[in-house]
């Protein structure tokens, strides 16, 4: 039990800081700039994908784990 809290937590974790960063860097390509002074339209629109990529990762996770347990499951 206390592993799978562990897997659970840290997939959660990686994934969403990996979407998180994934966001970044796509904002970073489209010219938005996250840490701009102010809050402008480029900074609002990265602060956008840096969630949304977040949460994306989280769910991707989520679904990767849910699979796992799934195959787990089928095996036995």
């Known amino acids: 039990m206390h592993k799978a809290l562990w897997l659970e937590g840290l997939s959660d974790a990686v994934g969403f800081v990996g ?6 860097w796509i904002g970073r390509l489209l010219g938005l700039d996250i840490f701009a002074q102010g809050y402008g339209n480029s900074t609002i629109g990265a602060i956008v994908l840096v969630g949304l990529g977040g949460g994306l990762g989280l769910q991707l996770a989520r679904r990767w784990r849910r699979a796992k347990e799934k195959k787990r499951s089928e095996d036995q």
Do not use: I, K, P, Y
């Not at 979407?19 to 970044?24: Q, R, V, W």
């Open 19 to 24: 979407g998180a960063l994934f966001g970044f």
